[in-house]
């Protein structure tokens, strides 16, 4: 049996280190009580079902004090038992805690009425140092965005980097803004726009009137050949690279013909090289 130990300050990522797990098949139990983790497993052991090959468990300061401080021994335990066992502890900034507390309006798990969002958070770190000491693997999420805290802990486990490269492909429109978290950015806004013609403005990239419109206008097919290509070259690499996602971004003025239908066309052609291609438009209704 496999068994990771997801811990850390609250805001630091162990929800979505948590969601990462199950997507990839782990039997996932978020905020058990720290003495119920042995008798758990000792179950799941006995049982002979394969569904608990491989556990991720949640833990963090709501865990009983004592058990806490206990838990350097219960791991060693855990570990007795012939359990394959990874502590993965979530470090992060606390002024970057705080900012994400302050935009999300969560509370605190050791805020109350006589304790502040700083005083918690301080709590918090002094309760948790025997978790962190005991981790085999500290990561520091201050400078990561969502996205690229799930490929941090993508890039942490075997079957994930055994697997193929996930691709998103997004379509947007400039005018409200390029999207967070991309990749690579391609700019279609030098094709002929669609928008002009009265029968094709109220559609978008994904109708056939206007694909077949672009099609026939000059430049639209040298450029899909083109970022074609460099993605072909590139691609491979960020593969080999042990990268498990990859977003590239084409961008028009206003997210709803030549950027829909360029994402569309890139899509169908990456479809079947890599595991999952995954085609989004952000601006279209």
């Given at each position: 049996?496999?068994l990771?130990?997801?811990?850390?300050?609250?805001?630091?990522?162990?929800?979505?280190?948590?969601r990462?797990?199950?997507d990839?098949?782990w039997f996932?139990?978020?905020?058990?009580?720290?003495g119920?983790?042995?008798?758990?497993?000792v179950?799941?052991l006995?049982?002979?079902?394969?569904?608990?090959?491989r556990v991720a468990?949640?833990?963090?300061a709501?865990a009983?004090?004592?058990?806490?401080?206990?838990?350097p021994r219960?791991v060693?335990?855990?570990?007795?038992?012939?359990?394959?066992?990874d502590?993965?502890?979530?470090?992060c900034d606390?002024?970057v805690?705080?900012?994400?507390?302050n935009?999300?309006?969560?509370?605190?798990?050791?805020?109350d009425?006589?304790?502040?969002?700083v005083e918690?958070?301080?709590?918090?770190?002094?309760?948790?140092?025997?978790?962190?000491?005991?981790a085999?693997?500290?990561?520091?999420t201050?400078?990561?965005?969502?996205?690229?805290?799930?490929?941090?802990?993508?890039?942490?486990?075997?079957?994930?980097?055994?697997?193929?490269?996930s691709v998103?492909f997004?379509?947007?429109?400039?005018k409200?803004?390029?999207?967070?978290?991309?990749d690579?950015?391609?700019?279609?806004r030098?094709?002929?726009?669609?928008?002009?013609?009265?029968?094709?403005?109220?559609?978008?990239?994904?109708?056939?009137?206007?694909?077949?419109?672009?099609r026939?206008?000059?430049?639209?097919?040298?450029?899909?050949?083109?970022?074609?290509?460099?993605?072909?070259?590139?691609l491979p690499?960020f593969?080999?690279?042990?990268?498990?996602?990859v977003?590239i971004?084409?961008?028009?003025t206003?997210g709803?013909?030549?950027?829909?239908?360029?994402?569309?066309?890139l899509?169908?052609?990456?479809?079947?090289?890599?595991?999952q291609?995954?085609?989004?438009?952000?601006?279209?209704?």
């Amino acid at each position: 049996m496999k068994l990771t130990i997801v811990s850390g300050l609250s805001g630091a990522g162990k929800t979505v280190a948590l969601r990462q797990y199950e997507d990839l098949g782990w039997f996932c139990i978020d905020n058990i009580p720290l003495g119920l983790i042995e008798p758990l497993l000792v179950h799941a052991l006995h049982s002979g079902d394969a569904r608990y090959n491989r556990v991720a468990i949640g833990v963090d300061a709501r865990a009983a004090p004592a058990e806490i401080e206990d838990f350097p021994r219960s791991v060693e335990e855990l570990r007795g038992r012939d359990i394959d066992v990874d502590v993965l502890f979530l470090q992060c900034d606390e002024q970057v805690l705080l900012k994400r507390y302050n935009e999300t309006r969560r509370k605190h798990p050791l805020s109350d009425a006589e304790t502040s969002l700083v005083e918690a958070l301080q709590r918090e770190r002094r309760l948790l140092k025997p978790v962190s000491d005991a981790a085999d693997s500290v990561l520091d999420t201050t400078g990561l965005n969502l996205h690229e805290l799930r490929e941090a802990i993508h890039r942490r486990l075997p079957e994930a980097r055994a697997g193929r490269l996930s691709v998103l492909f997004l379509s947007f429109g400039f005018k409200n803004g390029v999207p967070d978290g991309v990749d690579f950015v391609f700019d279609a806004r030098c094709l002929p726009n669609p928008h002009w013609d009265p029968n094709l403005r109220p559609l978008s990239g994904r109708d056939a009137a206007v694909a077949g419109w672009l099609r026939g206008q000059a430049g639209v097919l040298d450029f899909e050949r083109d970022v074609g290509g460099f993605l072909s070259s590139w691609l491979p690499r960020f593969q080999e690279q042990d990268r498990a996602y990859v977003t590239i971004a084409v961008g028009c003025t206003g997210g709803q013909h030549r950027s829909v239908y360029l994402v569309e066309a890139l899509g169908q052609q990456f479809r079947e090289r890599f595991g999952q291609v995954i085609v989004k438009h952000r601006d279209l209704g």
